[in-house]
């Protein structure tokens, strides 16, 4: 069986069309064109049966914010794996006589079957891809990537595998992502389910009820470990396993930039933030009102900034790399929310009552001079002061209950690329100690001077830069390797206790029939804005990016080449 030397060769995934032709694809331009000249197919692969085309980015799907919970079934509905069965054969070789039994389960210490279904999407944030990756990399387990938004095929099964994942990048209790369908194919598994969640101060309850009824054996959680009885509660989710994970890790690939010179960066503080509802409280205002704050305070000390919040100057692959390769310094906050909203009425609430009254959008300059004449807005129309009664209007009894403050991944990519961290002060995970992996701004910007003084020195924020990347990015205790490593053994433990798939011989040549995976190793050294998507289509991709020559190969015999030697 074809195992995990796909892994080893940058760009360059395995899959099969429906003519059962193997192929592999590095879908970058440069590297496509760079590895080889083929030719458009002088004989054309058959069309596959099924789309193949990329599921859109998850900031951009649809979410149903009114969707039914899932109801939660009775224990004797509930799938259990088979025993592994004895299959009686005839033989007529000397290694067997006639009508003896033989054991066709599968040998125990093959590798485990791993399907990790997500939103596989490179030109979207770099951080969720390069999680994926850590699994098809790192783990010593057999990894199929599922990149899937909503209904499956007919024609898929679970049966071959022995662990289903479904991965933070799809939400299991939206049906836009996850619809029904899927749950309910998913509750028939009898294997070992796995969920990796993100973002848990929404859809709650739909949630648990999701987790109910697909009967997930283990979730891995960003929530702190004291506080996940408040949210998961033991009596609602009494077979699930909680283990607390960080939202991220070091990304490696970004330790191939060297530093830049600090004389050679353009820019003393940059930062992109982004403004969230109203309803996740004073953690999601966090996001914007250091960006806001520190570039109203930095025109006084003349130090030159860029910094936006807007959606528009949102940034992604090599760009957001660069940008931070640019500056001394970044600014960063606690990632999560200070509001869990159970039942979706707290945002449900608050999102429409400030759309009724135009707080966003093109009118939202002009209603808010009007909005101090009528109660309760009776103050000046400022931005804080409409949060303010916001907050006391809908969410202030709900504010602080469970602490979610946890590490953003985008602060190991700044320590990782050598740019200084100034963040809000802060728990962050344990990671980072305040003047010695960054410098602690003050929530109320009053030792704003001090973090000006710090950066006018060079040699303090070279100490600073060093420190955080010795100790941090270097420590193996953050590495992917090492979750990888911790997350293999829990596996194996629970796959132990339980039987594995009946399903003896299955290659990944026969699973990526179903569905391409394109594998992006360097997913920050992606440029989204520099070319048009990519067609998914294999023909149409080698079409898209070769030109015919006289000695050039066959698309075919090109894609049988790469899988021979990628496979």
């Known amino acids: 069986m074809a195992r995990?030397?796909?892994?080893?060769?940058?760009?360059?995934?395995?899959?099969?069309?429906?003519?059962?032709?193997?192929?592999?694809?590095?879908?970058?331009?440069?590297?496509?064109?760079?590895?080889?000249?083929?030719?458009v197919a002088a004989e054309p692969l058959a069309e596959p049966a099924v789309s193949l085309s990329t599921a859109p980015a998850l900031s951009n799907a649809p979410v149903d914010q009114d969707a039914q919970p899932v109801p939660?079934?009775?224990?004797?509905?509930?799938?259990?794996?088979?025993?592994?069965?004895?299959?009686?054969?005839?033989?007529?070789?000397?290694?067997a006589e006639d009508g003896e039994i033989l054991d066709e389960t599968r040998d125990p210490d093959s590798p485990i079957r791993i399907l990790l279904m997500c939103n596989y999407d490179p030109y979207n944030a770099?951080?969720?891809?390069?999680?994926?990756?850590?699994?098809?990399?790192?783990?010593?387990?057999?990894?199929?990537?599922?990149?899937?938004?909503?209904?499956?095929?007919?024609?898929?099964?679970?049966?071959?595998?022995?662990?289903?994942?479904?991965?933070?990048?799809?939400?299991?209790?939206?049906?836009?992502?996850?619809?029904?369908?899927?749950?309910?194919?998913?509750?028939?598994?009898?294997?070992?389910?796995?969920?990796?969640?993100?973002?848990?101060?929404?859809?709650?309850?739909?949630?648990?009820?999701?987790?109910?009824?697909?009967?997930?054996?283990?979730?891995?959680?960003?929530?702190?470990?004291?506080?996940?009885?408040?949210?998961?509660p033991p009596h609602k989710l009494p077979k699930t396993r909680f283990i607390n994970v960080l939202t991220g890790y070091?990304?490696?690939?970004?330790?191939?930039?060297k530093a830049r010179p600090l004389a050679e960066r353009p820019t003393m503080v940059g930062y992109r933030g982004r403004v969230y509802p109203a309803w996740h409280g004073a953690a999601g205002r966090e996001k914007h009102e250091i960006g806001r704050r520190f570039l109203a305070d930095a025109k006084k000390y003349d130090i030159k900034c860029d910094i936006a919040w807007s959606e528009e100057s949102r940034l992604y692959g090599i760009h957001w790399v660069n940008f931070l390769r640019s500056c001394?310094?970044?600014?960063?906050?606690?990632?999560?929310?200070?509001?869990?909203?159970?039942?979706?009425?707290?945002?449900?609430?608050?999102?429409?009552?400030?759309?009724?009254?135009?707080?966003?959008?093109?009118?939202?300059?002009?209603?808010?001079?009007?909005?101090?004449?009528?109660?309760?807005?009776?103050?000046?129309?400022?931005d804080r002061e409409i949060y303010e009664q916001l907050r006391q209007l809908f969410f202030a009894h709900k504010e602080g209950l469970i602490d979610l403050a946890q590490l953003s991944p985008r602060v190991f990519e700044a320590a990782t690329l050598r740019t200084m961290l100034i963040m809000y002060e802060g728990s962050y995970s344990g990671a980072f100690k305040p003047w010695r992996h960054y410098a602690p701004l003050k929530k109320d910007h009053s030792n704003m001077a001090q973090i000006v003084e710090l950066l006018r020195d060079?040699?303090?924020?070279?100490?600073?830069?060093?420190?955080?990347?010795?100790?941090?990015?270097?420590?193996?205790?953050?590495?992917?390797?090492?979750?990888?490593?911790?997350?293999?053994?829990?596996?194996?433990?629970?796959?132990?206790?339980?039987?594995?798939?009946?399903?003896?011989?299955?290659?990944?040549?026969?699973?990526?029939?179903?569905?391409?995976f394109y594998y992006v190793p360097f997913v920050y050294s992606l440029d989204p804005l520099g070319h048009k998507r990519l067609p998914r289509h294999p023909v149409r991709l080698a079409k898209a990016l070769f030109k015919p020559g006289p000695n050039d190969l066959t698309l075919k015999e090109f894609f049988m080449r790469y899988v021979r030697r990628h496979a």
């Open 328 to 382: 001394w310094a970044t600014l960063a906050v606690e990632s999560g929310a200070s509001v869990f909203d159970f039942d979706g009425t707290i945002a449900a609430a608050t999102e429409t009552f400030t759309g009724v009254l135009g707080l966003s959008g093109k009118q939202s300059r002009k209603v808010k001079r009007l909005l101090h004449r009528h109660k309760p807005f009776n103050q000046e129309p400022h």
């Open 4 to 39: 995990k030397s796909s892994k080893k060769n940058a760009g360059v995934p395995v899959g099969v069309d429906a003519g059962r032709t193997p192929i592999a694809i590095d879908h970058r331009p440069a590297a496509l064109a760079a590895s080889v000249a083929a030719a």
């Open 72 to 95: 939660a079934p009775s224990e004797e509905s509930k799938p259990a794996r088979s025993a592994p069965r004895l299959v009686a054969v005839q033989q007529d070789s000397d290694e």
């Open 126 to 232: 770099a951080t969720v891809c390069d999680h994926i990756n850590s699994f098809y990399k790192y783990s010593k387990h057999e990894i199929y990537v599922f990149s899937n938004i909503g209904d499956l095929m007919p024609e898929f099964t679970f049966d071959p595998f022995d662990v289903v994942i479904v991965h933070y990048s799809l939400f299991i209790a939206i049906d836009a992502y996850f619809p029904p369908s899927v749950r309910s194919r998913l509750a028939a598994f009898g294997g070992v389910k796995v969920l990796f969640i993100q973002d848990e101060y929404r859809f709650v309850n739909q949630t648990i009820d999701a987790l109910n009824f697909c009967g997930i054996d283990i979730v891995f959680t960003c929530v702190p470990e004291a506080e996940i009885p408040k949210v998961y």
């Open 458 to 516: 060079p040699i303090e924020c070279a100490k600073i830069i060093t420190h955080c990347y010795s100790e941090v990015c270097e420590n193996e205790l953050y590495s992917s390797a090492r979750f990888i490593a911790s997350f293999d053994r829990i596996i194996s433990d629970a796959v132990a206790e339980d039987h594995r798939s009946e399903v003896r011989e299955f290659t990944k040549e026969e699973f990526y029939k179903w569905r391409m």
């Open 250 to 257: 070091v990304p490696d690939s970004l330790k191939l930039f």
